[in-house]
């Protein structure tokens, strides 16, 4: 590698930092023809289902950027160093690291430099020359750029397992604040084609069993935290219109870094805790997996996420009424609803109870939390009676009782903030 390129790579994968939005890709793009690669089961600094630790190459095509976003590190007017890979040059970093077994797939994004068409065919250039000219089937996940054409859409998604979208601000009075040129509806507009053309093509497959795979692991998004001083609510409301609007697969909540003293965004020392970020991810897995309306987890009277306990046990003390559950006889919607009890162990329970009635003693052995769960269930005899507690006298036993690790980090962190 030469002494050009190694400092390239350098700037380049350090201004790729910023961007979550690739940590699992669920893609089944198998490996033919003797080419190189395969995506599996996951990317990204991450961990498989079966225990595998997987990365790709994570790199911005260019830092040269047209815009002037206030919370970006490669804004047109941040005095930093310029440079930009050619399409060769990205290709041939891939398939060398791949072949060291360094990588399994390459996550492309960019600064937007002249216009959005001309920075979405660099993009795609790249897939396609890995995909067509060296066999590659290892992952590909690329950034869609606003305001590229549907042509070059279509086409980058026959070559990527994945494309997206980041919406960067929750709001867009917000987005207005601070990217002034961006707008929302220039982000939605390639996501509802992106949409479309997935699910039709889905169609295309059921008919033809040889039709080309098109962005097989979907959509994604990315929003930054903390930096328009938008609610969780917000943020949430947006995340649940961009899964029911454009069908996508995830939607990642990066906190705010300070990389700038622009006075329109929080002051260089407050950076976004961590815990807030975990909360917000715990709410999108509450939306996606069990079954609850963004409506009952925030709304206007609760505007924000309580950072001292998850959103499921905040929903559970906020609405005591529909408690306590007798856990041998309420279906498994109600169970999922249920502090301290999990997916997996509420399938578990749904299917141990058809063979006898379950005690406490059953519970403990399925993986239930009984520390958390005892206060919002019943099991044969009422064994802990809780029906006098208040929320807060629940919540306060709960937190005393907890020994949890994370807890103790999350305590630390409120503390700084």
Partial sequence: MSERIREKLQILTDAAKYDVSCSSSGSSRKNKNKGLGDTGNGICHTYTEDGRCVSLLKILFTNVCIFDCAYCVTRKSNDIKRVAFTVQEVVDLTLNFYRRNYIEGLFLSSGIFKDA??????????????????????????KSIPGASDELMHEAGLYADRLSINIEIPTESGLKLLAPDKDHKEMFRPMNYLKNEIILKKEEKKLFRKAPLFTPAGQSSQMIIGAAKESDKDIMYTAAKLYTGFNLKRVYYSGYVPVSNDRRLPGLGSAVPMVRENRLY????????????????????????????????????????????????????????????????????????????????????????????????????????SRDLSAMKIKQFILGGSASKYLKIAQQQLSLF
């Fill in 117 to 142: 068409d001309h920075t979405m065919e660099r993009l795609v250039r790249v897939a396609k020359k890995l995909r067509k000219e060296h066999n590659f089937n290892g992952y590909i996940h690329l």
């Fill in 282 to 385: 715990q709410t999108d897995w509450l939306m996606r997996f069990y079954g609850f309306g963004v409506k009952e987890l925030l709304n206007d009277a609760n505007p924000h996420l309580d950072l001292d306990i998850d959103p499921k046990l905040s929903w559970a003390l906020r609405n005591l009424s529909c408690f306590p559950m007798d856990i041998n006889k309420v279906s498994l919607h109600e169970i999922l609803r249920v502090p301290g009890i999990g997916m997996q162990s509420a399938h578990k329970i749904v299917a141990a109870r058809k063979f006898q009635k379950l005690n406490w003693d059953h519970l403990k052995k399925i993986g239930v939390a009984i520390n958390r769960a005892k206060y919002f269930i019943t099991c044969g005899s009422r064994q802990f009676e």
